[in-house]
């Protein structure tokens, strides 16, 4: 099942005919704050399945062009990212460490985003925004210490993410955190659809250029891996989201750009690039220009 979120927080399930609305049948509430009635929706989801797959049989599918998705979890506890964690990333950005033996940051949710909300660049002279595309992994179950073997037990779907990031030397997570700055979707594919996470392949276009291509076989920590180090340390929740990492192909994006990622059996997701007035943080008063590494 593809579930999406749209407009002013609707649930759809995404057909080849179009979107069919099935909010009620979620549970979910549109004018909920804070918008946590998608994660309450995952955390609920085998009891509710029925009656969403009764509501997807009745309904009549709107066309996806009349749509503005937004972000499918607008509100998890969490935001998982595993930094450096393709082999060829590591080397163009000259990192000595990779994630199996470097560990994961966190993102804020409030840098989460969807499809239909352009990427904001802050205004700072001298610095880059680049694009990572990676594929996101939506936890279903609440967990911890999940050993490698049982990890799909603890996963509810997959989704394409762009991890977005001011180039620099200063803290990741700051250089990471800006709002807009952790687009996620189209929707969620459940994790039923998606017969081999393990092999799926990646690419990233900005406007006509391929910047990124790769295949989640090439990921240094795998999935297990991932869900077995972030839950060592921290109880996993319904609706968290782990970032996977980005391969090689990173760079900027500009103002006017359209960043397209698109992964197998997910979708692909198109995200405009706007400048933004703001964001303006001494952290970031030296220039930097990443000098990537072959
Ligand atoms: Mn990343």
């Not at 749509?67 to 607008?74: F, G, Q, S």
């Not at 969620?188 to 659809?193: F, K, N, Q, S, W």
């Not at 081999?196 to 990233?204: E, G, K, T, V």
Request: net charge negative; charged share 25%; proline share 8%.
């Amino acid at each position: 099942m593809k579930l999406a979120r749209y407009n002013n927080g609707r649930i759809g399930v995404v057909t080849e005919s179009g979107l069919v609305d099935v909010t009620e049948a979620a549970g979910v509430d549109p004018a909920q704050w804070p918008p946590v009635g998608p994660t309450q929706l995952i955390a609920d989801f085998d009891r509710l399945r029925p009656a969403i797959e009764a509501a997807l049989a009745s309904g009549t599918p709107i066309p996806l062009s009349e749509v503005r998705l937004k972000t499918p979890v607008p509100w998890p506890n969490k935001v998982i990212a595993f930094p450096v964690n393709y082999q060829a990333h590591g080397v163009e950005m000259g990192a000595g460490y990779r994630a199996n033996n470097q560990g994961f940051f966190l993102k804020p949710s409030s840098s989460l985003s969807g499809e239909s909300e352009p990427v904001v660049l802050p205004d700072l002279p001298g610095r880059e925004v680049h694009h990572e595309s990676e594929l996101a992994v939506v936890i279903g179950k609440t967990a911890r210490n999940v050993a490698p073997e049982d990890w799909k037990d603890v996963v509810f779907g997959y989704a394409c993410l762009l991890d977005m990031v001011v180039r620099g030397r200063e803290e990741r997570v700051a250089r990471k955190a800006y709002d807009t700055f952790c687009p996620v979707g189209p929707w969620i594919t459940t994790a039923d659809e998606v017969k081999n996470p393990d092999q799926l392949q990646m690419r990233l276009w900005v406007d006509d250029e391929l910047r990124q291509d790769a295949n989640t076989r090439d990921l240094v920590l795998d999935l297990p891996g991932m869900i077995a180090m972030a839950s060592a340390v921290m109880t996993l929740y319904p609706g968290d989201i782990i970032a996977t990492g980005t391969p090689e192909g990173v760079g900027p994006v500009v103002a006017g750009n359209k960043i397209r990622i698109e992964i197998d059996d997910l979708g692909e997701m198109v995200v405009d690039v706007v400048q933004g007035e703001g964001g303006q943080a001494s952290m970031f008063d030296e220039p930097y220009q990443l000098v990537k590494q072959s």
